[in-house]
């Protein structure tokens, strides 16, 4: 008992002596790897916050770019969006004959397709040149308005006589009657020129003409029989069959008139007076009869401001008159047989 006593002392004696050098082991040992495994850990937490920093901020970037090509690509379909819309309703500065904007988009649409058409047609019928004499008639469509009278100015200044395919219009009678006392030819273009109107059928058309033919027989005791489409024989905007028309006029003997050089003062946003002359001097030559347009029409003042020049220059050409129309003059026409 005595022994195993001892030998229980003696051993609690080691575990005692043996307790601290395992604790130091210990600390020896363990606290420099789990400084070193914290070290290790913290350095892999801090390259792995980094990493996942730049994966947001790669992600937040190309949040971004997205979100730019969805706010683009917004503003790309309200583009398309708005000028749909603008397509379909109408035209913002198409105006009428009086210079008033057109509300009606089929009308504003004709309009512009029409000024188009006479300030582009190309003259394609062969034309004997060989004459010794020129003759150039200069026509006037779409008035009266404010500019007919300087029209009329201008005209007489220089002792020319010209032809005015007019409309109706009321509050113009001294410029109707002025073109006839003048010594000009009154010519009958349309009484509304409204295109929808008078190109819906053959009785629209009788109609509109038979009334201006009226209004101007009432006014200046004219009986007028020569006469021009609005938008010319050729016109693409008329529905009915334009050779039903010329049939008509034929049976009544009214003789219709287009033209063969443009002075392009038709479409809106008006040319240069030097553009006008340029048009006109630079294509008279070709023809042995040259019926020019132009139109004194409300607006067109540049067409006013370019004709001095004009009748000048074709005054001082050789072998060269300028004439009214009259039924004896040779048809120029686009649509003939
Ligand atoms: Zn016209």
């Known amino acids: 008992m005595e022994l195993e006593d001892h030998n229980e002392e003696t051993e609690d004696r080691a575990v005692e002596f043996l307790k601290p050098a395992k604790r130091e082991r210990f600390i020896e040992i363990v606290v420099p790897m789990l400084t070193l495994m914290t070290i290790v850990n913290c350095v892999i937490i801090l390259v792995l916050v ?23 690509n917004a503003a790309r379909m309200s583009e398309a969006e708005d000028s749909d819309l603008s397509e379909s309703s109408e035209p913002v ?22 000024a188009a058409l006479e300030d582009t047609h190309k003259w394609t019928d062969r034309e004997d040149n060989s004459a010794d004499i020129r003759r150039v008639y200069l026509t006037f469509d779409d008035g009266p308005s404010a500019n007919t009278d300087r029209i009329l ?83 693409t905007i008329s529905h009915v069959d334009m050779w039903e028309l010329i049939d008509y006029l034929n049976r009544e003997n009214i003789a219709y008139f287009d033209w063969n050089v ?8 008006g040319k240069s007076t030097a553009q006008i002359k340029k048009n006109v001097l630079d294509n008279i030559d070709q023809f042995n009869n040259a019926v020019v347009l132009f139109h004194d029409a409300a607006g067109k003042d540049s067409t006013v401001d370019a004709l001095p020049a004009i009748i000048e220059e074709i005054l001082e050409s050789d072998n060269t008159v300028l004439l009214p129309i009259t039924e004896d003059t040779v048809r120029v026409q686009h649509l003939h047989e």
């Open 50 to 72: 980094m990493n996942i920093g730049r994966k947001v901020n790669g992600l937040e970037q190309q949040m971004i770019v997205l979100q730019s090509n969805a706010a683009i």
């Open 93 to 114: 500065d198409v105006a009428d004959i009086d210079g008033n904007h057109v509300t009606d988009a089929t009308e504003a649409a004709d309009i512009v397709e029409a």
């Open 153 to 235: 100015d201008i005209l007489n200044q220089y002792g020319v006589k010209a032809t005015f395919f007019v409309v109706g219009k009321e509050g113009y009678t001294e410029q109707y009657r002025r073109i006839v006392e003048d010594g000009h030819t009154l010519a009958m273009h349309s009484y509304t020129h409204k295109y929808s109107e008078i190109y819906a059928s053959l009785d629209a058309y009788k109609e509109d003409l038979t009334k201006l033919h009226n209004f101007l027989y009432e006014l200046t005791g004219e009986d007028c029989n020569i006469v021009r489409f609005p938008g010319g024989s050729s016109n």
């Open 262 to 269: 443009s002075s392009g003062d038709a479409a809106g946003g």
